[in-house]
């Protein structure tokens, strides 16, 4: 039996043509089964009539898993939302844009809706579009537009209970760190929904941060190790995070040591596939003056 899903979209009033077409195809020639079509009708703060759209018509009580959002300046296929839902999973990806173009600031020409999280340094980030877009893949990528945006039930529900935004638990313009800039309500979305859960497999420690990169690493004191300084390991990693103690003779040497007094080399994250890795204390030497 196909997924079901309902469709959602915020109007000014009045739609192109072009818009009513795409929809009446979807209905009347796509497979997957629509058990609403939710409308709403909205002037200026576009965040919060996003946010109406995911509870309206009470679509969060409903068992219907999938929510297409759409914007009413999209043409498309009357089989796009099936062909989302096929390249669509509930665990391992469980939002999925379709590839829209949006036009370039000047007359640049278009650009894919998708964007890449770029770190500009000193609490300021921002988003970088790719150069060029594989033909039929699935890409990754941080962050995309809503104009014609499939999202499963449970992103929703996770979002809504780790935002702890009450006013807006989906939607809603940031700032980026810039005078006078915001993030659009859909990149902020797409990061809500990427955040990244950290922790501590010793002191249980917990931490909540935006996307970072595969090879980036959280640190903290941790107690459970002696006070030293070890790494927090993204949510649910098989692995375990020992102190390495220095066995061998100092001989004068400066050590980093634990609160126990014992002088440890190294924190390291033993995974369960095998790899390691190695937060090092080097030793420091001390020269003395005297011939």
């Not at 979807?26 to 200026?44: K, N, S």
């Not at 039930?153 to 702890?164: C, F, I, N, Q």
């Not at 375990?240 to 002088?263: F, H, I, S």
Request: glycine fraction near 10%; include cysteine; proline fraction near 8%.
């Amino acid at each position: 039996m196909p997924d079901h899903a309902v469709i959602g979209y915020v109007t000014g009033g009045f739609n192109r043509h072009e818009f009513t077409a795409s929809l009446i195809s979807t209905v009347m020639e796509g497979r997957t089964p629509l058990d609403a079509v939710i409308v709403l009708e909205w002037g200026p703060n576009i965040s919060t009539a996003r946010n109406k759209i995911a509870v309206a018509d009470d679509f969060l009580t409903r068992p219907t898993p999938w929510l297409l959002m759409v914007d009413t300046d999209m043409v498309f296929a009357g089989d796009a939302l099936d062909r989302l839902i096929a390249a669509a999973d509930p665990v391992r990806r469980p939002v999925v844009g379709g590839l829209c173009y949006s036009p370039l600031p000047g007359g640049g020409g278009d650009a894919p809706t998708m964007y890449e999280l770029v770190d500009k340094g000193a609490g300021r980030i921002g988003f970088a579009r790719p150069g060029t877009v594989p033909d039929d893949q699935v890409v990754r990528v941080s962050a995309t537009g809503t104009g014609f945006l499939l999202i499963h039930r449970s992103v929703l529900e996770r979002v809504r209970d780790a935002s702890g935004d009450v006013a807006a638990p989906w939607f809603r313009e940031t700032a980026v760190g810039e005078p006078l800039s915001l993030m659009g309500e859909d990149l902020t979305f797409c990061l809500r929904c990427a955040a990244q859960d950290w922790e501590c497999p010793n002191c249980h420690l917990t931490e909540r941060t935006r996307p970072l990169p595969p090879e980036a690493s959280r640190m903290h004191p941790c107690p459970a190790l002696h006070s030293l300084t070890a790494p927090l390991v993204r949510a649910g990693t098989d692995c375990k995070v020992v102190a390495v103690e220095r066995g061998d003779y100092l001989n004068g040497e400066t050590q980093r040591t634990g609160d126990d007094g014992k002088p440890y080399m190294a924190v390291q994250a033993i995974h369960a596939d095998g790899h390691n890795d190695l937060a090092v204390f080097p030793g420091v030497a001390v020269m003395s003056g005297e011939r």
